[in-house]
């Protein structure tokens, strides 16, 4: 259930600006009568609505979740990590819709953590646990075949760290979901950054892979954000149906299509993938 730890001063004023000073700069959340936008250093970093957090504002969280809704239709509960916590906009809508769900989210900034904790409507542990931490080191730390979805969603300065896009990191995330399991992963795309260097990592290992984006992003011509879903179902385990998740993303207010096939492989074609070697990180993090 959830549980309103909306904080009064926001609910009394239904709108205005809040700002807090985190580890990574300054936060910053927007309210609009119960609708509430997280900034970090001026960049939107999530939304949610306090009355009806199932409704996702962000784009690509629709399609995170148009993403799990196919695999593993609702309300069927979920065991999650969400690796990049911000408002924890997504496990809040996951938690409403699926009730028993236990959903962990990383989050390396502490201070920002507890600001999201003190100022969202986010269910408490264990139904959402927001756990301090370094995300690429949570993954490789989680328990074998113990997840049904894995999140990934950190950014830094704009950036995915490189150490949560290599092969060896697709590898942890592989490892640490149940058959069926879902790899989904917002990627920057544009302005320097290329999603198709996350997806070819991916590809290295998962049998099922595709990606969700806006054409002009997708063709470089402005800066925003592919989804990836990637599974690797094992004997006897029922493979995401893509056409039913083609389906699904034509429903949304902005409809969108997944690509996939040989339509995937040649958008990515000439990019490699990071190693932990590639990037200077040694066997343990180094």
């Not at 609910?11 to 609009?32: C, K, L, N, Q, Y």
């Not at 938690?95 to 201070?111: F, K, L, M, N, W």
Request: glycine content about 8%; proline content about 7%.
């Amino acid at each position: 259930m959830l549980t309103d730890t909306v904080s009064p001063m926001a609910r009394a004023s239904g709108r205005g600006s809040h700002r807090f000073p985190v580890d990574s700069g300054e936060a910053e959340i927007r309210w609009e009568g119960a609708r509430a936008t997280l900034l970090l250093n001026g960049v939107e970093s999530s939304c949610l609505d306090a009355d009806h957090p199932e409704v996702l504002e962000f784009e690509y969280m629709q399609h995170l979740t148009c993403a799990l809704d196919t695999a593993r239709p609702a309300p069927a509960p979920v065991r999650a990590l969400h690796i990049g916590a911000a408002a924890c906009a997504v496990a809040t809508a996951w938690a409403r819709t699926r009730p028993g769900s236990r959903q962990s989210a990383v989050e390396i900034d502490a201070a920002l953590a507890a600001v999201v904790r003190d100022h969202f409507p986010i269910p408490r542990s264990p139904e959402v646990r927001i756990r301090v931490g370094e995300g690429r080191e949570v993954l490789d730390s989680t328990r074998p075949s113990s997840l049904d979805v894995i999140v990934r969603d950190a950014f830094a300065d704009g950036r995915v760290p490189d150490q949560l896009r290599t092969v060896e990191a697709a590898s942890s995330a592989r490892r640490a979901l149940r058959p069926a399991g879902l790899y989904l992963l917002n990627c920057a795309h544009g302005g320097g950054a290329d999603a198709r260097v996350d997806l070819a990592a991916v590809l290295e290992e998962f049998d099922i892979v595709a990606s969700i984006q806006d054409p002009k992003v997708g063709r470089s011509g402005r800066r925003g954000n592919v989804v990836v879903v990637a599974q690797a179902p094992a004997d006897g385990a029922d493979p995401i149906d893509m056409d039913d998740l083609d389906r699904a993303l034509r429903r949304l207010p902005l409809p969108a299509r997944a690509t996939r096939g040989a339509d995937l492989i040649a958008w990515i074609a000439g990019a490699r993938p990071l190693t932990d070697e590639s990037i200077g990180r040694g066997p343990a993090g180094d």
